[in-house]
């Protein structure tokens, strides 16, 4: 690789990073339609419902915004569709925040 080229990845790199760090104090305070399903703690009140706590921020947020634009339509996606549809970016990086600061158990 150049050193171009290393320099153009380490500023993309840097840029999706800072993009999706949020605020898990915020998306605590955003989660309440998320506790629902996936437990204030994290844990999925059913075994049909995954548990959050303690997944990847990055995870989060791809899944979150997959659900979100259609590319993820299997499994719960007629449930989670609706659910994410409003949400912003920053909410998405706060909840993906939260969820991944809390402990798995």
């Known amino acids: 690789m150049t050193q171009f ?3 153009v990845a380490a500023v993309l790199l840097t840029l999706s990073f800072s993009a999706s760090a949020g605020d898990p104090a915020a998306g605590k305070a955003k989660a309440g339609t998320c506790f629902t399903c996936h437990g204030a703690d994290g844990i999925g009140i059913a075994d049909m419902y995954p548990n959050l706590a303690g997944q990847k921020e990055a995870y989060l947020v791809s899944s979150i915004k997959a659900y979100k ?7 719960m996606a007629a449930l ?4 994410v549809s409003a949400l912003s970016d920053a909410d998405i990086a706060d909840l993906a925040a939260f969820y991944a600061s809390l402990d798995p158990k």
């Open 69 to 75: 634009d259609g590319s993820r339509s299997g499994g």
């Open 80 to 83: 989670m569709t609706p659910m």
């Open 5 to 7: 080229g290393t320099v």
